[in-house]
């Protein structure tokens, strides 16, 4: 007997599917004989999505962080979002803190350390390169095995300071120390240069904020993309969302969109602020933005599922598969005129958008608001 099995879901394909759960791993998944048991049935009569469990993989949500901060469940299971990854709230110091504050949230936590010892308290936290410890990142990161998952730098000039390209080959030295472990690098207003910094990435390294508005973009302001970033993508550099309060346009996203260049995740760089007064709000707002620019609903989920556990080293997440961990999003594809502002002020009306219904997290089904109202799983 299976502990959940969930019947008729659809899946972004459009094809309908069943998936058995047991002890916390996705068991069997096709079309399910009728008289197969579990503890708990949910029929979704091929009226509901079901994917592999969203991962967010740009939030920040250390409670004590003084500049960005949230509680990891309201930016996670709260929205149907199953995996979490702070980008660098934390450092080297109060990282072990950070851990045992997420041993309390149902929704999956890791982390990128930031470089600077401190995490992120200040807004130029790379502007003194002494903050920059090696040996403290590296017991931080033996102390915290599968917590922390890769690292942060923060890559623009109210950051560095005066210190223009010197944190990034820092961060790329503690790299290459700390067995290759994923790098995350924030990209805004100049110096450094964007081509400077994409000139130092290699494969696996994530640029984060990809489509922001600002001078330093991934545009030339012919509106084509810049050789180094092309040279950069080549390389295996991957570009994620990061779409936060300053660092996203539709306009960009558009124009690279429509050259072909896509995402590889799409993220949200949510926090309180941002959640609450927008322009983010969650990470379901963001991926439905997509749709205005162009990209379908599985290449949307892909972007949050399969794509980011590639790129996080999440093994057993992102996927639907026997084997794989039993996280799941619920959700479904309103089709209705929805107004949605990107970081620029700038405003577009989206014809469909994505509302979460649930999480399942490990097996464990965790209802969002939307959820807990919907008519499907009152039959």
């Known amino acids: 007997m299976y502990d959940l099995l969930i019947r008729q879901a659809k ?20 079309s399910l004989d009728s008289s197969v048991t579990a503890n ?19 939030v920040h ?4 962080s003084p ?4 509680e990891p469940d309201l930016v996670g299971i709260a929205s149907g ?11 080297a110091n109060d990282v072990d803190d950070f851990y045992q504050q997420t041993r309390q949230a149902k929704t999956n936590v890791f982390v990128f350390l930031n470089i600077a010892r401190t995490g992120i308290v200040t807004q130029n936290e790379l502007a003194d390169m002494a903050q920059i410890d090696k040996v403290g990142v590296r017991d931080a990161i033996a102390r915290n095995p599968g917590f922390i998952i890769g690292i942060k730098a923060r890559m623009s000039s109210s950051v560095v300071g005066q210190n223009g390209i010197k944190p990034l080959v820092v961060a790329k030295e503690i790299q290459q120390e ?40 991934i545009l030339s302001p012919e509106g084509v993309l810049r050789g180094s970033i092309k040279r950069a993508l080549s390389r295996g550099v991957l570009l994620d969302v990061g779409h936060g309060s300053a660092s996203f346009s539709f306009e960009v996203a558009e124009l690279a969109i429509q050259q072909g260049i896509t995402p590889h995740t799409i993220s949200s760089d949510i926090y309180c602020r941002n959640r609450i007064n927008g322009p983010v709000h969650s990470l379901a707002a ?7 620019v162009g990209m379908s609903l599985e290449q949307v989920i892909d972007c949050v599922t399969c794509n980011a556990a590639d790129a996080l080293h999440l093994r057993s997440k992102g996927r639907l598969e026997v084997g794989a961990d039993a996280d799941l999003t619920l959700f479904e594809l309103q089709h209705a005129p929805k107004v949605f502002l990107d970081s620029e002020g700038f405003s577009v009306t989206g014809e469909h958008h994505l509302v979460p219904l649930a999480a399942v997290v490990a097996g464990v089904t965790l209802f969002t608001d939307e959820g807990r109202s919907n008519d499907v799983f009152k039959c």
């Open 178 to 217: 700390n067995a290759g472990l994923p790098l995350m690098v924030h990209i805004g207003n100049n110096p450094p240069d964007l081509d400077e910094i994409a000139d130092l990435l290699t494969s696996g390294d994530i640029i984060t904020h990809c489509y922001n508005g600002k001078p330093n973009r």
């Open 67 to 70: 500049i960005y901060h949230d």
């Open 81 to 91: 979002v199953t995996t979490v990854i702070d980008a660098g709230s934390t450092g």
């Open 286 to 292: 963001v991926m439905s933005k997509f749709f205005t």
């Open 61 to 64: 949500c250390y409670i004590k």
């Open 11 to 30: 899946i972004p394909d459009g094809s309908l599917t069943d998936i058995a759960i047991h002890s916390g791993k996705i068991a069997a998944i096709g």
């Open 40 to 58: 708990r049935i949910l029929d979704l009569h091929g009226k509901v999505f079901v994917s592999a469990g969203w991962i967010d993989s740009h």
